[in-house]
């Protein structure tokens, strides 16, 4: 919706910009990161789920190689390993678990690799869909976050979930409520995730979204009093 009226405001074309089956590249990537990124936290805790997307810098970098044809600096690589030696750490001295865990936290952790995985391609192909076909943010906003709602929802019927999906919305108005509040923060957040994309590139993207993750675990730490050792502590100080 917010995408449709920026478009409207901008007097920008409607039609897309680039092939639809690039947009449904990214939709399906986006969706599915997100899948894995919800599911993990059954396991793991969500300090380490945040904290774990601090590997992103290292996907982006293959994937910015494989798909655009990049190449990366000496600097660039030695940020990179650092802020994974510290999530590392982080992960090696210090519980992990989900208070509310109902199974292994190593499947937790491979949940975030497959979420890194997919959001590492996510970020690299919107800043060459940018690039290559000179779309515009809201153009992208538009067909990706569409694409995203046929995928979510064609996964949902083809499980036959979609049933339960609406009778739990239905019977807990404080979950639309809540669904919707993320909704307009990730709106508000797409706006400026796409602008540094396009105006700086995925990289720079995700060492950016490193403050954000140590900002948020803090905040998490601090509200729901996780246990947190002084080696895991170093470890943050490392990323940030």
């Known amino acids: 919706t917010f995408a449709v009226c920026m478009v409207a405001a901008k007097s920008e074309n409607v039609v897309n910009s680039a092939p639809l089956w690039k947009y449904l ?10 899948t894995c990124q919800y599911e993990a936290l059954k396991y793991v805790s969500f300090p380490v789920q945040m904290l774990g997307k601090s590997f992103k810098m290292m996907p982006v970098m293959v994937w910015g190689m494989l798909v655009a044809g ?4 000496a600097t660039d690589w030695l940020v990179a390993a650092a802020v994974t ?16 865990d109902d199974g292994s936290s190593v499947y937790g952790i491979a949940l975030l690799g497959g979420f890194l995985l997919l959001d590492g391609f996510t970020s690299t192909f ?20 569409l694409g995203s709602c046929v995928i979510s929802s064609f996964t ?12 739990f ?41 490193n403050v954000r993750q140590v900002v948020s675990i803090l905040i998490s730490y601090a509200k729901y009093g996780h246990s947190i050792t002084s080696l895991q502590i170093l470890g943050l100080l490392l990323v940030f």
């Open 169 to 209: 919305a239905t019977g807990h108005s404080g979950f639309v409520w809540d669904a919707m509040t993320l909704s307009g923060a990730a709106v508000a957040g797409q706006w400026f995730i796409y602008s540094q994309v396009k105006e700086f590139g995925a990289l720079v993207f995700a060492a950016t979204m």
């Open 70 to 73: 990049k190449s990366y600096g």
């Open 85 to 100: 030696g510290g999530v590392t750490e982080f992960l090696m001295t210090g519980p992990i678990s989900s208070s509310e």
């Open 25 to 34: 590249a990214i939709s399906f990537s986006n969706v599915y990161a997100s």
């Open 156 to 167: 949902l019927i083809a499980s036959g979930r979609i049933g339960h999906a609406i009778g």
């Open 126 to 145: 919107q800043e060459k869909l940018f690039k290559d076909h000179v779309t515009s943010k809201y153009n992208q906003m538009l067909y990706i976050n």
